[in-house]
């Protein structure tokens, strides 16, 4: 309804109204305007916080699910009733003192046997050695003769020798090695008591 349709009375006054009126009017669409474009631009922002809301509980979701798939296994885990048990100190020095009363006797029956062993090689050592110096006096004093048999004789002898002094070298290392072997047992031993 215009007010161009009114009853066609010119009052100054009352075209005075109707003009006011269609300010009014005019004023009132563009203030409508105005506060719609800012609504929209108010349900934008409230649009795109709602959408930024929504995308970080997805990510946070995500990040929920993949630390919850592994909770059936970790509950199976978690069951296990005794996962480290603490010792005292005293049960292990009797364990300790036990495990040496069991190992010692058998330790100190391996030195006697490698004692036995070692002063039998020592005993064979010195044997191997006066017969390597009888056997060099020997052929010290035996002519050297410029026939054959000597000289089969004289090569017999030296392979003798040279086997003696081989076996001699050995039972050196042997020796060697059973001292060595004593050494460590008795390291052992030392450190288990």
Known sequence: MSVTQRVPMIDPDQNKLD??????????????NVMNSSYNYSLQGCVS???????????????????????PR???????QR???????????????????????QII??????????????RRQKNLVAKAELQEVRLQRQPRAQDPENSIVDSDNARKWRTL????ERLDYSLSRLNLAAEQKQRQLRNIQ
């Open 109 to 122: 029956e391996l030195l006697r046997r490698a004692e036995a062993a070692i002063s039998k090689l020592e």
């Open 49 to 71: 916080s709602l959408h930024a809301s929504v995308d970080l509980l997805g990510s946070s979701i995500a990040s929920l699910s993949s630390g919850v798939d592994d909770l």
């Open 83 to 105: 996962v480290f048990e603490v010792v005292p100190e005293s049960e292990v020095n009797s364990v300790k003192t036990s495990l040496a009363g069991e190992v010692e006797p």
């Open 74 to 80: 970790m509950e199976t885990v978690l069951k296990a």
């Open 165 to 168: 002094q081989q076996k001699r």
């Open 19 to 32: 003009k006011l009126d269609k300010l009014d009017k005019h004023s009132r669409l563009s203030h409508s």
